[in-house]
Structure formats: structure tokens, C-alpha cells
């Protein structure tokens, strides 16, 4: 067992059903980073010795999914970091509604270090891409770029879904292809097509639902939140096919209610 998966306690599938196929612990991982783009830094403090330091801290991601950070010489972090480089980067889901303590977060473990050539511009590229507005103040004296090497990665998804996440298959992961889409499609799905997941809960997962929300949505399929006779219960419903972008999500979700109107 990889140790993307070590840990989930639950899946989507109940007994007697397939398991219901989802992204890697490390897919999840380098998607939440993706998307998440501020977390919370936390160093080891100079001044109480042993003791953590949070700090909230914006971040950019190169192509292996290190965070990059722009920081002053004068912010307690970079003094912290300056002692001892040992730090952890706690990132959760951007505008996470409901239990906050059902959304996925991630925290990543490793070192920071300063940036030298001739690595620097294209660290400050990823920075300024994410952050336009820090170029009034990127070439201050007091300024500069440090990234996060990783050591290790935890991953949260929810309630009795988590798991340790090799720094490798991290690093070689890649982010969700929907997740830019994402709050779109949600918004778009719950507001114009309720009574569609009701149908598509029967067929693909076999509930009897009275309503029915699409909480999440990735390239292999999409969570539901479903009002039941029993209570509000939760289910995955695989995609016929993995998609690729909006407009392969649309013909899939398409195909589905057919299949699920045909019985």
C-alpha cells in the first residue's frame, strides 16, 4: 500500500460496492496547494526557543510544488528562519463552506532557504505571476525569495480521510485539471440541475435521496451531500470516463443522466 493511501479510513464505497476511484493523496495534495495559495508558516521561534511561531504567509509553487515565499529580513519568520530553516506550511481549502473541520487541508514539512542564482528569476516569476501587486515592493533592500525543500507531507480530506504523503510522489503529482473550474461548475450544478444528482444517486450509487448538493468535483468524479429517510449521508459517484476540462465534465454529466433516465 502507497502512502498516499496509508490512513483513509473511509472511502466512498459501502460494503458490498466497488470502491469508487479517486485522486491520490498526492494528487489531492498538490491540487489543495494549487488552489489554497495562503497558509500558515510556522517557524521555530528565536526569542521562545523550542516553541512554534505561526505566521500567515502567501506562497507561490514552482514546477515541483515548492513553496516560494517573498519575505522581509525585518518579519519575526525570516528572522526564525535565518536560525533554524525547520518549518511546516499549513494550507486549507480557499472558501470552504460548512464544517470546517470536513475540508481538506495539507501540511507540508521541510526547510527554507534563501534563493540564490541562477535560480532567482524564475522564482520571482512564479511570485509576481501569483502576486502582481508585490512587484512595488520585490526589489526592496529588505526583500527576498526563500523556498520550502520538502521532507514530508500530511494529507486531510475530511473526516477519517487522511494519510502520510512521500515527498516524492508529492513533488511528481500533478494538480487537479478542474480545480480552476471548480466553483464554477458546483455553482452552476447546484443551482440548475438539483434534481439531477437525486436521479444520478440512485443509478450510480443505489440512494434513495429527497435532495441532493454536489459538494466537490475532480477529474474522476464528484462528491454529493444527500437528504435521506435515514438522515444526510454523503456519496462519490465515478465519472464514466476521466475529464479533462469543463466541457468533457459537461458531456460526461450528460451521458450519466441518460443512462440514469433509461434505468
Known sequence: MSSSSV????????????????????????????????????????KQPGFPFGSLMPYGLDGQGRPIFLISTMA?????????????????????????LG?????????VSRILEPELLAARTVYL????????????????????DILDVYYVGGFGVMGW???SDY?????????????????????DHKDTFILLAKRFAGIEAQEAEMT??????FHVRLKTQDGMRGARIAFLREVNDPAQAREVFVEMVRQARQG
Open 216 to 221: 466537490s468535483v475532480d477529474r474522476l468524479g
Open 103 to 111: 475540508a481538506p487541508r495539507v501540511t507540508l514539512i521541510g526547510t
Open 7 to 46: 490512513g483513509k479510513h473511509a472511502g466512498g464505497a459501502t460494503s458490498g460496492q466497488p470502491a469508487v476511484p479517486e485522486p491520490s493523496f498526492a494528487e489531492r495534495a498538490r491540487t489543495l496547494m494549487h488552489s489554497g495559495r495562503i497558509g500558515s508558516l510556522s517557524t521555530l521561534s528565536r
Open 165 to 167: 504523503v512521500a515527498a
Open 171 to 191: 513533488s511528481q503529482a500533478q494538480y487537479d485539471p478542474l480545480v480552476d473550474h471548480k466553483s464554477d461548475i458546483m455553482q452552476h450544478m447546484n443551482a
Open 129 to 148: 505571476t501569483c502576486y502582481p501587486d508585490s512587484k512595488y515592493w520585490v526589489d526592496f533592500d529588505d526583500f527576498f525569495s526563500y523556498r520550502m
Open 76 to 100: 519575526m519568520h525570516t528572522q526564525n528562519l535565518q536560525a533554524d530553516p525547520r518549518a511546516s506550511l499549513f494550507v486549507t481549502e480557499p472558501d470552504a463552506s460548512g464544517d470546517p
